[in-house]
């Protein structure tokens, strides 16, 4: 295809999560949003408090697979997405994959979203 452009991306709206299988990993939510406005930040980008002000929006969605075995929520993954204005995939990460959600913390999943997320730009 065609070359596309480079975009600037200054500011980013961060996305509450989405999808989440289970109210344990729902309310995992305020963790996934403030971590990634703290790893955006330290990577120079400004956290936009509206869609419409931003760049970008960074998008959190979690994927589970089916429930097996009587165990009420089987594994699960998360991908942030960061999508430009026009609706362009900038950047994708697999902040958690196929991992049995009864093995995830709020700080495990902070710690994963730092990690993951760090690679913006690199």
Known sequence: ???????????????????????????CGDVI??????????????????????????????YARPVSAGIPVGKVSLRLTLVDRSGRVLGSFVV???????????????DLVREQLGMLGR
């Open 96 to 110: 958690i994959s196929d991992v049995q959600a009864s093995f995830l913390s709020k700080e495990r999943i902070a």
């Open 33 to 62: 949003h403030d971590t990634s406005v703290r790893v955006l930040q330290s990577r120079g980008y400004v956290a936009a408090t509206e869609p419409a002000g931003a760049d970008a929006i960074l998008y959190a969605a979690w």
């Open 1 to 27: 295809g065609p070359d596309v452009p480079p975009v600037l991306v200054r500011s980013v709206y961060v996305q509450e999560a989405t999808g989440a299988p289970s109210p344990s990993l729902a309310l």
